[in-house]
């Protein structure tokens, strides 16, 4: 797995124990160049501290709401000032309103899911077209990354996170289908649960956790992203150069036992 000379986005950088992070760590350490965004305000602030910490410093650390076109449009073009094109991007974004989440799956109001989606789902589409003219400068084609919690079956606490990341896999096929003629790979890693901020803001998050050692033959240890990270990372490489529109389960082998 090489990345040397990639320009990579990571788009949902927050602190350390991010996806986002661990995903800018592994690309830096195969040799890519990162930019780093995150929604303005404090979690942008966040990020330009914690990127600190990073092997190599990022190219830039950016801001923009992941569901607003302006915001987009304006990253793409502070993007494009940076480089005249672009190997990857990796979408690590998610929200839902609590009263989405931690079994209030009947009772959620619409609008309450339709946050979901808009941020966790339909900003996949926003993300990639907003970068598309960078993308189809890629020498070698181009990579989209997003993580998604497996959606083929329905989870305790995970409530409308669950229909929005099966939109989020679907979106990811969708896009497949329409960029594969422009060079342009889309696809997504299955996280197994990872202590992550977003992850801890799932009320019962925890149960859910407990029970991935156990069940995955491999176990699953929740503290470490990096084997999340490694795949991501070999999706944006050229070894995966005939990949596109898949979802990549790295859960231990938890999604591949029944019990
Ligand atoms: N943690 C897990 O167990 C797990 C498992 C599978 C998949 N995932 C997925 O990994 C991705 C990253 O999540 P994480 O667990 O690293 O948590 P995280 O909280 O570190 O990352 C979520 C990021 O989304 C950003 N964000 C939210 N709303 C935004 C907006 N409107 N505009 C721009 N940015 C916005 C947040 O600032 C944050 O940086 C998500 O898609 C999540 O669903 C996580």
Same mark, same amino acid.
């Given at each position: ?119 966790? &789902? #339909?900003? *996949?589409?926003?993300?990639? !077209?907003? +970068? ?8 070698? $084609?181009? %990579? ?88 991501? &990372? #070999?999706? *944006?490489?050229?070894?995966? !150069?005939? +990949? ?8 231990? $082998?938890? %999604?591949?036992?029944?019990?």
């Amino acid at each position: 797995m090489n990345l040397t000379g990639k320009r990579i986005l990571v788009f949902g950088v927050l602190i350390e124990t991010s996806m986002g992070y661990k995903v800018a760590e592994a690309a830096l350490n195969q040799g890519a160049d990162v930019i780093l965004v995150n929604a303005p305000g404090k979690p942008s602030d966040i990020m330009r501290r914690i990127a600190k910490r990073l092997p190599k410093e990022p190219v830039a650390c950016l801001s923009a709401d992941i569901t607003e076109q302006e915001d987009l449009r304006a990253l793409a073009a502070e993007v494009g000032r940076h480089w005249d094109g672009l190997d990857g991007v990796v979408h690590a974004v998610a929200f839902a309103p609590q009263d989405a989440l931690g079994g209030n799956f009947l009772t959620t109001p619409f609008e309450s899911v339709a946050t979901a989606m808009k941020v966790s &789902a #339909f900003s *996949l589409k926003g993300l990639v !077209r907003s +970068m598309l003219p960078l993308l189809e400068k890629a020498e070698n $084609g181009a %990579s989209v990354v997003s993580l998604t919690f497996n959606a083929a079956v329905a989870w305790p606490v995970y409530d409308w996170m669950g229909p929005t990341k099966a939109a989020l896999e679907s979106v990811n096929r969708y896009l497949a289908r329409e960029l594969g003629p422009r060079r342009i790979r889309v696809n997504a890693v299955d996280s197994g649960p990872i202590t992550t901020m977003a992850g801890k803001s799932i009320p019962g998050f925890d149960q859910l956790a407990k029970v991935w050692p156990e069940r995955a033959p491999l176990g699953w240890d929740s503290s470490d992203a990096t084997p999340v990270a490694d795949t991501v &990372a #070999f999706l *944006l490489s050229d070894a995966a !150069r005939a +990949m596109t529109g898949q979802v990549l389960h790295v859960d231990g $082998g938890f %999604s591949a036992v029944g019990a």
